[in-house]
């Protein structure tokens, strides 16, 4: 199921868009494993030459579940999830994707983080982004990228992560 859905995606953003839709409701329905959407994914992540629409199913995802309240109107509320289990989450997908693709990697963690400003919520689980989540997140994609933190938040622009 979760290679077919990955393979729809193949159309164009919009079909990634709605390939990680039906994704994120299968996982948080709990009819699909998180686990399982991860190791499909990651299959795909780690391939020399990744989909575009691949990553883009992987931003969608991660705008997907994130952690919000009830009454967000997107990202996922669940007892027992929270911003510490998105980020092992993200993480674990970051790092399947091979060495020669790590700017891919950056573009969809970057394109998820737009998708979620553009949808800012009043009812977030706890602020989003405290300064301990920021520089983990910061961290990582210095880390993953090999840039200093002024060419981080230049490639970051206009994100604001505050």
Known sequence: CVHQLLDLSAGGNDEAA????ALA??????RIKIKIVEEVLAENLGLAVVREEVQEVM????FHWFPQGKTAG???WRVGWSWNEW???????????????RLGAF??????????QDKPSQSFQGQPWTPERRDLLLTRLRSLMGWNEEKLKEELSPLDLS
């Open 87 to 101: 980020w092992k989450s993200a993480d674990r997908l970051l790092s399947a994707f091979s060495p020669a693709n």
């Open 59 to 62: 931003s969608w995802l991660l």
């Open 25 to 30: 409701h299968l996982s948080r329905g709990h």
């Open 107 to 116: 573009k969809s963690m970057k394109a998820a983080l737009e998708k979620m």
């Open 74 to 76: 997107w990202g996922w």
């Open 18 to 21: 709605t390939s990680a839709l």
